[in-house]
Nanobody, 115 residues
């Protein structure tokens, strides 16, 4: 089992930056895939970025060149560096982990970008 706790959300002006953190309750060395989803109010949850155990990453087209996902196995933490934020990035951001055929979710952290 994996428990995930996100942090780092908040209110920022357009063009600003935030760094989200996702701390896992166990070693992430053997967690195949971790990543981030976002869910804007009234919309479905959407995939933002993924990173696998070898460090390969993937991004939604809407965030390519602006967001960077990384993982620190020593700290059991995955990060999402968010730059050049836009009002349309406003959402609750959820960390997830695929481990042993199950998907685990964090509680989410709110990101609000003002224009």
């Amino acid at each position: 089992q994996v428990q995930l706790v996100e942090s780092g959300g908040g209110l920022v002006q357009a063009g600003g930056s935030l760094r989200l953190s996702c701390a896992a309750s166990r070693s992430i060395n053997n967690i195949n895939i971790m990543g981030w989803y976002s869910q804007a109010q009234g919309k479905q949850r959407e995939l933002v970025a993924t990173i696998n155990s070898e460090g390969s990453t993937g991004y939604a087209d809407s965030v390519k060149g602006r967001f960077t996902i990384s993982r620190d196995n020593a700290r059991n933490t995955v990060y999402l560096e968010m730059n050049s934020l836009k009002p349309e990035d406003t959402a609750v951001y959820y960390c997830y982990a695929n481990f042993r055929f199950l998907t685990y979710w964090g509680q989410g952290t709110q990101v609000t970008v003002s224009s």
